[in-house]
């Protein structure tokens, strides 16, 4: 069963430094990997899709980056804005289905 | 385009009463995914569909959770009897393509069971 881990589990920072939020895991057979953002009482929205066969994704001040024979991938958020206040959650598809992250919930302090 | 469409947003019932969500995928989208959050157990995948037809339940709690596609644009999920403990925030979510797609979600349903 695929197990993903999401370390740290809060992550607080001042407004303006880069954000580096973690995600590892168990079973490299994966076909993509999502990473997804949460607002306190919202639902899931979609930041990043990498393939399998992909290294990196970049969209805007987010890069996600993936090393499928590791089973890591990482979310880079440059220069942090209040804003960006939110749980963020990664999830690895293998088969059909997301197996999901616990989350990594970040506050940026203005 | 129209994200996910679920209903009702809020429900609060009582114990035993019947409980029935609803979703309306992606037009187009041939996965559909019910996934239910908490606290404790963060987001669990419940069952999901392809092409209308369910292909893994496994994740259903109890016998006293169902749910059904009755066509492409339509998905129900019912518990009944529901119990203080079905108390989360059910996510429905669609998919375009079988394991290449990225998944877009519902808003969700939060469910008290009083």
């Known amino acids: 069963k695929q197990e993903v881990t999401q370390i740290p589990a809060a992550l607080s920072v001042p407004e303006g430094e880069n954000l580096v939020l973690n995600c590892s895991f168990t079973?490299?057979?994966?076909?993509?990997l999502q990473w997804f953002r949460q607002d306190p009482g919202k639902g899931l929205t979609s930041l990043l899709l990498i393939q399998s066969s992909q290294r990196e994704q970049t969209s805007g001040r987010l890069n996600a980056s993936l090393d499928k024979s590791s089973g890591r991938s990482t979310l880079y958020i440059a220069a942090s804005q209040p804003g960006d206040s939110a749980t963020y959650l990664c999830a690895v598809r293998d088969d059909y289905k997301l197996s999901f992250g616990a989350g990594t919930t970040v506050t940026v302090r203005a | 385009d129209a994200g996910v469409i679920q209903s009702p947003r809020h429900e609060v019932t009582e114990m035993g009463q019947e409980v029935t969500l609803r979703c309306k995928p992606i037009?187009?989208?041939?996965?559909l995914f019910w996934y239910r959050q908490t606290m404790m157990r963060g987001l669990e995948l419940l069952i999901y569909?392809?092409?209308?037809?369910?292909?893994?339940d496994s994740g259903m709690p109890e016998d006293r959770f169902s749910a059904k596609m009755p066509n492409a644009s339509f998905s129900t999920l019912k518990i009944q009897p529901s119990e203080p403990r079905d108390s989360a925030v059910y996510f429905c979510?669609?998919?375009?393509?079988?394991?290449?797609?990225?998944?877009?979600f519902g808003p969700g349903t939060r469910l008290t069971v009083l």
């Open positions: 037009s187009g989208h041939d996965y």
């Open positions: 979510a669609s998919s375009l393509l079988s394991t290449s797609g990225a998944l877009g």
């Open positions: 079973d490299s057979a994966i076909y993509n």
């Open positions: 569909f392809n092409n209308n037809v369910p292909i893994d």
